[in-house]
């Protein structure tokens, strides 16, 4: 029998996809209900491998979803809840078209809430997975923390934005989890590291709120993403909280309950309120201690461990360690012109204590005329009333800090002073393999010596000291085990020579020696470590362990080795041009002052 | 003797002549006998007692009987037509009557779905004699369990909003089995997890989502952003990102005039008149045009002759010279290459070396080349914006700050980029949103015109003017 002619598209790519038209078909619901639920859910349209076929043929570029994400969507108990809803508005419209408001009130009232704390957990089925996807979430959150009630954004986003922002920044001050920040133009970028993931988020400056133009952004997918992360963001709060032992939900000022929310219209007096609740500390669980501190990196010797990634990472701990509390038992006063959020909640990270002027804004701590103050933040050329009892400094020194790990000297940031650079924190690592000159080396590590004249020479010494090295090891078969032999032999010999004094019959020493060999105890001699020999032996791990490298990736490990001498040799010559120039500009003066002293002197004998 | 009937063969092909030749009457008969034992109840099985009566009295008291009935019959009769009317009330009306199946014959459709009858549900009437009942304590417990239920859903969603409110709940903390579909019921801690899963229902039970597009996963939300773009940046990154910003505007710009060149660039411009022109001398092709002396033919060159446009081809046949001419150098030119190519194998075998390493060189040079368009090609595919959609996703532009603006201090910062706008974008490239042009919707035009009486021209205007300054 002829088998029944398989249909085209039937199955392979064909079958995979599916239009967006066809699953609003399949699912039964509006554009506007299927946007809201793929959001929702997590679903995306796809890009397939041969578009021609996933579309079944048709041309143009459809959107397509796969079939078996449509299917997910199908088992969803939210959909009934949707199609509900669409009945409930059409009973309201109904009412409104009656005119029976009674009514009208009743159903908004009684308004439907999607319940979507399942899909929050179905999506991030652990806390990490939640902490992953952050970045997101908080720069959206933050943006519409700055919303005033728009027209496709429910009432009551923005505000629960702002609580839960708050909310959030708390957590990272009771963390002390902030680890980098960059002012840039666009906003401040805060980098926090939460259980072990870095969380990148951008926060605007805070302007008046500038109007968005329509045709830009499509304001109800973008709420719709905001509906999902508020939701999202609460329980991470939630959990961090309590990871925290803090009590959930904080109680905050009175500006960001739910219900208060027509009292503050005036903008300014909001971003002050939102400020004030920052300088405020979250109450803790009864009988609950600190958070302990973590315990110093484990150290698990695994074989491949390199031992430089070790020391680095050792090194990375006790600077954070460093950082968490850089600020610990500071006191800041900042002043009126600074933009103070960003401030209060990095010095406040960091363990400090802020105050601001307590006329014009709400929540200061203490006044300005407190003398245990050790920095005032001031943005202005000059200043009347000055303490002397501490420093008038620039936020930019605030920022710069943070970066570096450590309270950089302030003479470059007092007050009046032309700033140096704000530099970036977020470099990837090539970047440290590119010439940098002496003063921008001084500028990103403050440990790093004062430019001097024979600090290039220095350099080169050492780089000359680490070829010879290099040299040196192929010479040498570096190899403890053999240099222990060596001395064994040495002190067996020397033995020998003492009992060859005795000088009888040289037939029985013989034997007797052989004995006395045989049982003889020498005494143990220490195993003294070479630093120089273990180094070689080190470099000659390494390269066994290169030769190790997979043939998949062995060009790729080549290529980036390669590159990596080149910049290195790319550094060294221009250190050393550098280091010529500088010695010749030295030369150069020195000339000069013993030109100018002759001519003096001669001028005097003249 | 009895005759053996000779078996006479029909054909019995269709129906017809299946009837015709076939004796079905037994058949007939027994399926009647059954429809009407369906329809009246089988004699075997019933009891006697149903089918026979014992007869206990004579023929006389039989007919003593119906005489007696009779008479008693008209004795209970009752008097009134009223009471006679409420008698038959109960009974169904004979126009009905034959609706009421009679057949024994059971319903195939066992599982008929029910309609409710006309009168079961609640009328006005009824529901305000429901609501008096009500009134008087009728249904208590039945209020009583409303009022219950009330509560219970109202609690429920009470719950549910305060979740959103304050997020009481530990979402991470323990494996939560709502999550997983099964129903509310039956999370106790009494229930073992296999009978859990055992009876998640069917439609909510998981099925596994598919991995996220690959370029949700791999690509960053917030990217890092340029150092040049700090607000009080060193020289050189500034620089560079100027920089950056300029070859972006280089490029689009090379674009936008290949576009142009492209397309507007390829047609001439004509200027009016040309037009016109053009358009005289197309329109007048093949009309008779006035007779111009300098374009007649010149008679000088003609010699009278007839000559065709396109001369026939003559078949000239090569003589047998021509034929060894040809073929001789043909036989040459072949005897020449081949030489030539003998001489390059003798001379080959002393260029050995040097072939060798001009293939080892082009081996390496495409050997690297590969690698280059390899890498090449990843970097393309981890950054290619993917198309979603007949709309294009919007390219990163190069952020640009005005050297002007940057003042050095957090007070004056002055930003030009939306950031919304910047989200909206990120996720666009991201694959997480389709590409999109907002559609505005068209306002629909109004025409403006005057009602008839309300027109007011100039001359109404003027009218008016003129009648004021005569009254002053």
Request: aromatic share 8%; with cysteine.
């Amino acid at each position: 029998m002829v088998s029944k002619k398989k249909k085209k598209y039937s199955s392979g790519e064909g079958a995979q996809f599916m239009t967006r038209k066809a699953a609003l078909k399949k699912l039964q619901l509006t554009l506007k209900d299927f946007r809201r639920i793929c959001i929702l859910k997590g679903i995306y349209p796809r890009e397939p491998r041969n578009r021609k076929r996933a579309q079944k043929g048709a041309g143009g570029i459809k959107t397509l979803y796969h079939t078996k994400d449509i299917k997910f969507l199908l088992h969803e108990p939210i959909l009934w809840k949707l199609r509900e809803l669409k009945t409930y508005q059409q009973k309201i419209r109904k009412a409104r078209a009656m005119r029976e408001y009674r009514q009208m009130r009743r159903y908004l009232r009684d308004y439907p809430d999607i319940n979507i704390d399942h899909i929050v957990k179905e999506r991030y089925p652990t806390f990490v997975d939640a902490l992953r996807d952050l970045d997101d979430c908080l720069t959206l959150c933050f943006l519409f923390s700055t919303f005033p009630s728009l027209k496709r954004v429910p009432r009551d986003q923005s505000m629960l934005c702002r609580r839960l922002t708050v909310e959030f920044m708390h957590a990272v001050i009771a963390a002390k989890a902030l680890r980098k920040v960059f002012v840039s133009v666009k906003g401040y970028y805060y980098q926090v590291e939460i259980e072990g993931q870095t969380i990148t988020w951008i926060v605007p400056h805070h302007f008046s709120f500038q109007p968005q133009s329509k045709d830009e952004v499509d304001f109800k997918i973008m709420s719709t993403f905001v509906e999902f992360y508020t939701m999202m963001l609460g329980f991470v709060n939630f959990k961090l909280y309590h990871s925290l032992n803090l009590v959930y939900p904080p109680k905050l000022t009175a500006a960001f309950s739910a219900d208060s929310d027509k009292d503050l219209v005036d903008e300014q007096q909001y971003v002050s309120e939102r400020i004030a609740a920052m300088n405020i500390p979250v109450v803790r669980i009864t009988g609950a201690n600190e958070v302990e501190e973590l315990p110093e990196i484990d150290i698990f010797n695994t074989e491949d461990e390199d031992p430089q990634k070790l020391e680095e990472a050792k090194e990375e701990a006790e600077k954070v360690k460093k950082l968490k509390t850089m600020f610990k038992g500071l006191k800041f006063y900042i002043n009126r012109e600074v933009p103070r959020e960003p401030l209060v909640f990095i010095i406040r990270c960091f363990g400090g204590e802020v105050s601001w002027d307590k006329d014009h804004f709400v929540g200061a701590t203490f006044d300005e005329s407190d003398e245990s103050i050790a920095y005032q933040i001031v943005d202005r050329p000059s200043m009347e009333k000055q303490y002397l009892s501490r420093y008038y400094i620039q936020p930019q020194w605030v920022f710069d800090s943070v970066n570096a790990r450590t309270l950089l000297p302030i003479n470059k940031y007092l007050m009046g002073a032309v700033l140096p650079p704000h530099l970036s924190p977020f470099t990837d690592k090539i970047r440290d393999q590119v010439y940098k000159p002496p003063e921008e080396r001084e500028l990103l590590d403050p440990n790093l010596k004062p430019l001097n004249d024979d600090e290039g020479s220095d350099t080169d010494v050492e780089e000359a000291s680490d070829e010879d090295a290099e040299e040196k090891e192929e010479d040498s078969d570096g190899d403890p085990d053999e240099a222990l032999a060596k001395q064994y032999q040495q002190e067996v010999e020397d033995e020998s020579s003492t009992e060859d004094e005795d000088d009888i019959d040289p037939e029985k020493k013989k034997i007797a020696k052989e004995k006395k060999k045989a049982m003889a105890v020498t005494t143990g001699v220490p195993h003294k470590e070479h630093p120089y020999q273990k180094e070689i032996e080190d470099k000659q791990a390494f390269r066994l362990r290169e030769k190790l490298v997979r043939k998949k990736h062995r060009n790729l490990y080549k290529s980036m080795k390669a590159g990596q001498e080149k910049r290195k040799k790319e550094i060294w010559l221009l250190r050393k041009k550098r280091r010529l120039l500088d010695e010749k500009a030295k030369e150069e003066k020195k000339a000069e002052k013993r030109k100018q002293r002759n001519q003096a002197l001669e001028a005097a004998s003249a | 003797m009895s005759v053996v009937k000779k078996k006479k063969h029909v054909s019995k092909k269709n129906k017809k002549a299946w009837r015709k030749h076939c004796d079905i009457r037994d058949v007939e008969d027994f399926l009647e006998e059954q429809r009407l034992d369906e329809r009246l109840g089988k004699f075997d099985t019933k009891p006697d007692s149903e089918l026979f009566v014992v007869d206990t009295q004579g023929d006389d008291d039989d007919k003593a009987k119906d005489i007696k009935s009779e008479t008693s019959e008209k004795v209970v009769k009752p008097t009134s037509a009223k009471e006679r009317k409420r008698q038959q009330l109960s009974k169904t009306p004979k126009c009905y009557e034959i609706l009421i199946p009679a057949s024994k014959v059971p319903d195939p459709n066992a599982k008929r779905n029910h309609v409710n009858p006309v009168g079961s549900r609640p009328t006005a009437l009824s529901k305000i004699t429901e609501k008096k009942r009500e009134e008087k304590g009728k249904f208590e417990k039945k209020v009583e369990v409303a009022r219950k239920n009330r509560k219970i859903a109202l609690d429920k969603k009470r719950k549910a909003k305060s979740i959103r409110n304050n997020f009481d709940l530990d979402l991470w903390g323990q494996d939560l089995p709502e999550a997983k579909g099964i129903p509310e019921t039956l999370c106790d801690d009494f229930i073992p997890p296999g009978a859990l899963l055992h009876n998640v229902l069917p439609q909510q039970r998981l099925r596994p989502k598919p991995p996220p597009p690959k370029t949700i996963v791999t690509r960053s939300a917030v990217d890092t952003p340029h150092p040049g773009i700090s607000y009080n940046p060193s020289f050189k990154e500034h620089q560079e990102l100027l920089q950056e910003v300029v070859q972006h505007e280089q490029k689009m710009m090379k674009r936008e005039a290949h576009l142009l060149r492209v397309t507007t660039g390829m047609f001439s411009k004509v200027t009016p008149e040309q037009k016109e022109n053009q358009w005289r001398e197309e329109m007048s092709v093949g009309l008779p045009q006035p007779h111009n002396p300098a374009n007649d033919p010149s008679d000088n060159e003609t010699d009278n002759e007839y000559k065709a446009v396109n001369p026939p081809v003559k078949n000239k046949k090569k003589d047998h010279k021509a034929r060894r001419k040809q073929k001789e150098q043909l036989e040459e030119k072949e005897r020449l290459k081949r030489k030539k190519i003998e001489k390059k194998k003798i001379s080959d075998l002393y260029r050995l070396r040097q072939l060798q390493s001009t293939i080892s060189k082009t081996e390496t040079r495409q050997a690297e080349d590969r690698t280059k368009r390899v890498t090449k090609r990843k970097i393309e595919e981890a950054t290619a914006l993917p198309a979603l959609n007949a709309h294009k996703t919007p390219k990163k532009e190069p952020e640009y700050v005005d050297p002007e603006q940057l003042s050095g201090d957090l007070r004056t910062i002055k930003s030009t980029t939306n950031l919304l706008r910047d989200r909206f974008e990120s996720l666009q490239r991201r694959g997480a949103l389709a590409a999109s042009k907002l559609m505005m919707k068209k306002k629909r035009k109004l025409k403006s015109y005057f009602k008839a009486g309300h027109k007011v021209t100039e001359k109404d205007i003027e009218r008016y003017v003129t009648r004021s300054a005569g009254k002053k």
